[in-house]
């Protein structure tokens, strides 16, 4: 339970708070008449710059 209470709990805030302001955010850019950009289909930190 304390596992739960102190290490677990804040990530899941934190987890919902950003899902919040993800959402509050697009409300913003639609209502601007803006399109927010889609996220790439892989991460370039996962694509090598250079064969090894």
């Given at each position: ?8 709990c804040p ?41 090894y």
């Open positions: 339970m304390a596992f739960f209470i102190g290490i677990a990530w899941l805030l934190i987890a919902v708070l950003d899902r919040i302001a993800e959402g509050r955010r697009s409300d913003e850019l639609s209502a601007l008449g803006l399109v927010a950009p889609a996220a790439p289909e892989q991460s370039s930190y996962l694509v090598p710059d250079r064969p």
